[in-house]
């Protein structure tokens, strides 16, 4: 399996910018998947997942509103289009792949099997 992450950047507050995963190795429609995101310092936190058909979400509070999870399962890819970027959303973002066995949508990484290398995104005030 391998995830690759792209589109971080440097932007201003304000600002957008969407990440793209892609994926290869298992079929990627039989996977949730989700984003997740760690700060200098900080352990990483969930930001958004996706169903496997795209049907349902889930977005941690402080992006939701600003940020849209979304995949295109045709190109096997996953989006993250990030809204009104604030200082506090700088982080390294992480693609990751559910695991098979759980069919629920879920937020807590130990249900993620797989991950990319991260992007880096820096937003500056």
């Known amino acids: 399996v391998q995830l690759v992450e792209s589109g971080g950047g440097l932007v201003q507050a304000g600002e957008s910018l969407r990440l793209s995963c892609a994926a290869s190795?298992?079929?990627?429609?039989?996977?949730?998947m989700g984003w997740f995101r760690q700060s200098p310092g900080k352990e990483r936190e969930f930001v958004a997942a996706i169903s496997r058909g795209g049907g349902s979400t889930k977005y941690r509070d402080s992006v939701e509103g600003r940020f849209t999870i979304t995949r295109d399962n045709a190109k096997n890819t996953v989006y993250l289009q990030m809204n009104s970027l604030e200082p506090e959303d700088t982080a390294v973002y992480y693609c990751?792949?559910?695991?098979?066995?759980?069919?629920?949508?879920?937020?807590?990484?130990?249900?993620?099997?797989?991950w990319g290398q991260g992007t880096k995104v820096t937003v500056s005030s």
């Open positions: 990751a792949q559910g695991v098979l066995s759980n069919p629920y949508l879920r937020t807590d990484e130990k249900w993620f099997a797989y």
């Open positions: 190795g298992r079929t990627f429609s039989n996977y949730h």
